[in-house]
């Protein structure tokens, strides 16, 4: 069973920055895609950016140019680097994983809480 663990969440304010970690219980180069998503309260969960086994990443548009999505080579380990932090990028922040084979296998964390004060 594929487990994913995410950590790095916490209280900071507007223009700061975070580093979520996740860590995978087996090679993230065995997973197509690793990917960060985020729930608000109230709203539903939304891409946030994406890493491919291949390296390539890819951002949404209300992320792009202050969030960073990062490997370890090494280590069973994606990053999300968060700058520039907005009220709005306040949710649960959850990693995921992605094994195309026969179909879709989705994996999940349990989720860290980010929340950014005004």
């Known amino acids: 069973q594929v487990q994913l663990v995410e950590s790095g969440g916490g209280l900071v304010q507007a223009g700061g920055s975070l580093r979520l970690s996740c860590a995978a219980s087996?090679?993230?180069?065995?997973?197509?895609?690793m990917g960060w998503y985020r729930q608000a309260p109230g709203k539903q969960r939304e891409w946030v950016a994406s890493i491919t086994s291949g390296g390539s990443t890819n951002y949404a548009g209300s992320v792009k140019d202050r969030f960073t999505i990062s490997r370890g080579n090494t280590k069973n380990t994606v990053w999300l680097q968060m700058n520039s932090l907005k009220p709005e990028d306040t949710a649960i922040y959850y990693c995921?994983?992605?094994?195309?084979?026969?179909?879709?296998?989705?994996?999940w964390g349990q989720g860290t809480q980010v929340t950014v004060s005004s």
């Open positions: 087996e090679s993230i180069f065995s997973f197509n895609i």
């Open positions: 995921n994983a992605e094994l195309w084979v026969d179909r879709t296998f989705d994996y």
